[in-house]
């Protein structure tokens, strides 16, 4: 089963407002998880990696203040899309590393949120 | 960013058919995991590697790490229709910290 939920799974909002996802690791705890962007038929694009307890670290480009990070356990990570714009209506998946031994780590996805802005 | 160098980029085989796709790079990576993403859903992890030379098989799919810790192969036996999906290599290594490298997929199409 699922290790990584993720929600909403899709989510429709009007142009302007917010929106928060939530990421939950489900049977192991998560000081880092991160959050990409999806674009139709391409690879996984990090947006930012979310540091629980801490500011999260973001990717070139990426605006820390339209996308709002809070890890604040450590099993729940949200992204907020603030200000929402069509542009911004994409897939955003979340991940969590799942540590083994050593510094060799699993990585777990989300089910995915498709965003769409109108 | 950096990415891994996937290959092919989509294939469209017979079911019962044998596939192998393959990811390579210019970096040592410590890590390779191997995922398959169906339309949308967020990627599944099929096999993770962590030793270089290591083969490690999953049901119908084997992968291997690379000697030069360079390189993973995905090897899909006895294709099926639910075969169907992108597959992603991803890579981790020490100079991209905790980050996951991915390559660009590989979409598999499977003629029943």
């Known amino acids: 089963g699922a290790v990584v939920s993720q929600h909403p799974s899709w989510v429709i909002c009007k142009s302007g407002t917010s929106v928060k996802i939530e990421c939950r690791s489900l049977?192991?705890?998560?000081?880092?998880m991160f959050w990409y962007r999806q674009f139709p038929k391409q690879s996984l694009m990090l947006m930012a990696t979310?540091?629980?307890?801490?500011?999260?670290?973001?990717e070139q480009g990426v605006e820390k203040d339209k996308f709002l990070i809070n890890h604040a356990s450590l099993t729940l990570s949200t992204l907020t899309v603030t200000s929402a714009h069509p542009e911004d209506s994409s897939f955003y998946i979340c991940?969590?590393?799942?540590?083994?031994?050593?510094?060799?780590?699993?990585?777990?996805f989300g089910q995915g949120t498709r965003l769409t802005v109108v | 960013g950096q990415q891994l160098n996937q290959s092919p980029q989509s294939m469209f085989i017979q079911e019962g058919e044998d596939v192998s796709m393959n990811c390579t790079s210019s970096?040592?990576?410590?890590?390779w995991l191997w995922y398959k993403q169906d339309p949308g859903e967020g990627p599944v992890l099929l096999i993770a590697?962590?030793?270089?030379?290591e083969l490690t098989s999953n049901g119908r799919l084997t992968a291997q790490f690379g000697i030069t810790r360079k390189d993973s192969f995905l090897n899909i036996s006895a294709s099926i229709p639910s075969d169907v999906g992108i597959y992603f290599c991803?890579?981790?290594?020490?100079?991209?910290?905790?980050?996951?490298?991915f390559g660009a997929g590989t979409i598999l199409r499977v003629k029943s």
């Open positions: 991940s969590a590393p799942r540590s083994g031994t050593g510094v060799n780590t699993e990585a777990f």
């Open positions: 049977d192991f705890q998560a000081t880092t």
């Open positions: 979310s540091n629980e307890g801490s500011k999260a670290t973001y």
């Open positions: 970096s040592i990576f410590n890590t």
């Open positions: 590697l962590y030793k270089a030379g």
């Open positions: 991803a890579g981790q290594a020490y100079i991209y910290g905790n980050k996951l490298v």
